[in-house]
């Protein structure tokens, strides 16, 4: 029976917005539904490393209250809205438990976001002329849809995701029903953590400035924060951006411009932009050498993020979900695994070993595509352990990590 909550997330880290967000889900639910979200892993959508890794993230969500977490792969994760909505959509469709979508929006109602969202998906052409004519996806979209009498401004970052969940629900998942939260308290990029509930990036800046204080823990729930408090004390949390920068120029000047246009999502030219960025010294003056209207900071870090990664573009070009990698659970979540088993329509992945043998179907073509999109995990994983000079030996830990189970 389809009875869960399907929320995206990245909780980077979770916070008491998020908390708030579940709640309010269920509460328009109408009933305490078990949740399952689908989360971001070592890399996110903005183009960054993950401020804690997944194991952590998704173990503070489930001791808040959400009963499973999945990992989004990085083929989704480090891409544009587009791509992270299609990609987080088809992995909830395919639990077979889902019965809802839950996620915010800073301004647009359910009403226009449907409307705003079947309107762009049958006129493709037209957005393609008008991005080629210099403006960004987004501007493009607003452009579209104003031109069509439909009133949505996509400048906020939620509103821009909400509308992508409502395009990739009509395409991949139309019995599952939206359920939009209006957002409360500070805004997706709102940098003060003395508000009521402050965003995850005026956390990841306070504890860049100070570490892990009193204020960053009391934005926290209480269930989390001795998870915090232990990841700092072995440096897992945040991650060091010099090192990161230094990377990212190596990979420029080592590479061709045909050799980056075949490594990450370039399109019309913008290898050229990226390998004249390869003078600059730091990675500011990278993004504001190769980022300008139409290609945004977030969409040259996603670029520069894949570069690293080191594989060809077709992983992500290409990409579509091949399994359902399970990070954390409760007890209501080990009933829906076990609802999964013969629900789910893509393998329920619980445990790797290095050699994936438990996690392969017997199908050739299948067994190719799980392994690569597994690689590709680890990949950004092992650069997420190597930027952040943990104590802890974590390279190659993927292999051999287990779901965390919290019983109740």
Known sequence: MKNAIGIVAEYNPFHNGHALHLAEARRLAGQDLPAIAVMSGSLVQRGEPAFANKWLRAQMAAASGVD??????????????????KGAVQLLAATGTVKYLAFGAE????????????????????????????????????????????NFDANQSNDILALEYCRALQKYAPAIEPLVIRRSGAAYNDADIK???????????????YGLTQNFLAQVPQAGV????????????????????TLMLYRLRSLTEAQIASACECSEGLENRLKEAASCENLEQILASASNKRYTKSRIRRLLMQLLLDVPKELFAEAQPNY?????????????????????TLP??????????????????KDAAITAQLALDIKAANLLALLQNS???????DYLQQPIYLQS
């Open 391 to 397: 104590k802890t030996n974590a390279y190659n830990s």
């Open 195 to 209: 508000s009521a509930y402050a965003s995850a990036t005026a956390l990841r800046a306070s504890y860049a400035a």
């Open 68 to 85: 499973l977490v999945l990992e989004l792969p990085t083929g989704f994760s480090c891409r544009s809205a587009e791509f992270f909505a």
């Open 107 to 150: 301004t647009a109602d359910a009403q226009t976001l449907k409307q705003a969202a079947a309107y762009i998906n049958a006129h493709q052409n037209e957005l393609r002329e008008i991005i080629k004519s210099g403006s960004s996806y987004a501007a493009a979209q607003t452009q579209l849809l104003t031109a069509a009498g439909i």
């Open 348 to 365: 329920v992945i619980t445990k790797l070993g290095r050699s994936f043998a438990s996690c392969l179907t017997g199908d050739a073509a």
């Open 226 to 245: 001795p998870l915090l408090q232990n990841a700092a004390a072995n440096s897992q949390l945040g991650y060091d951006a010099e090192k990161l920068a």
């Open 324 to 344: 359902l990698r399970v990070l954390a659970f409760n007890n209501r979540g080990r009933q829906l695994l076990a609802q999964m088993r013969t629900a789910a």
